[in-house]
């Protein structure tokens, strides 16, 4: 699987969007990219997935770039409850997760 | 309520003392896998099963033992716990191996080895 590369740490103003960056550089064709954030010592929670489009749900959206070499998860109006680790994740068919280190997101009121 | 649950929370035990910890879905995943988790390290899969009866190892797979007799239980076993598998584990199931499918976790159960 790809290796994903994510800042260490973030913070944002609650109410205004959080944008989490994830490079991926050598992903291949057949790979999605996951988001899952882990709230303090809790079980990961799934986010959102995409191959090449961008996708939105009610948590987020994420924007994968054209060449899909990277990507953004948007988290359009941060609340404090969003402070969490962030996990980008490149994963190929038939293929298990491989978590990385994430970024850490302080929502700061 | 779609759900993974994983039991005990919490457990402090001695060295050597046998023990396993629960896992259960009620969701009819095929796929299950446990995760450890220690500062610094990260996520990492010990053991993951694709079906009943079918089980492989992860990552870290030593000192544990998996089985899977049954499609919603997938139950960790530690034959004789050492102070290094002191960690936070973690439970996850998903439909099955097949990216586009997204994956639950349980609560995620503490261990102390002394």
């Known amino acids: 699987d790809a290796k994903t590369t994510q800042p260490t740490s973030m913070d944002c103003a609650e109410g205004r969007a959080a944008n989490l960056p994830c490079n991926h550089s050598?992903?291949?064709?057949?790979?999605?990219v996951y988001w899952y954030r882990q709230i303090h010592s809790q079980g990961p929670q799934y986010i959102i997935h995409?191959?090449?489009n961008n996708e939105t749900n009610e948590m987020a959206s994420l924007i994968i770039t054209e060449d899909r070499k990277s990507s953004t998860l948007i988290l359009p109006h941060a609340t404090l409850r969003d402070t969490a680790v962030y996990y980008c994740?490149?994963?190929?068919?038939?293929?298990?997760?491989?978590f990385g280190a994430g970024t850490r997101l302080t929502v700061k009121p | 309520e779609a759900q993974v649950t994983q039991n005990p929370r919490y457990l402090i035990t001695v060295t050597g003392k046998k023990l396993t910890v629960t896992c259960s879905q009620n969701?009819?995943?095929?796929?299950m896998s446990w995760y450890r988790q220690d500062p610094g390290l990260g996520l990492r899969q010990i053991y993951y099963?694709?079906?009943?009866?079918?089980?492989d190892k992860g990552d870290v797979p030593e000192g544990y033992k998996v089985s899977r007799k049954e499609k919603r239980n997938f139950p960790l076993i530690l034959e004789s716990p050492s102070p290094n598998q002191t960690s936070l584990y973690f439970c996850?199931?998903?439909?099955?191996?097949?990216?586009?499918?997204?994956?639950?976790f349980g609560q995620g159960t503490r261990l102390t080895v002394v």
């Open positions: 050598t992903i291949s064709g057949n790979e999605y």
């Open positions: 995409g191959l090449k």
């Open positions: 099963s694709m079906n009943v009866e079918v089980t």
């Open positions: 994740i490149v994963q190929a068919y038939n293929n298990d997760m491989r």
């Open positions: 996850a199931s998903s439909l099955n191996r097949a990216v586009n499918t997204e994956a639950f």
């Open positions: 969701m009819n995943h095929e796929y």
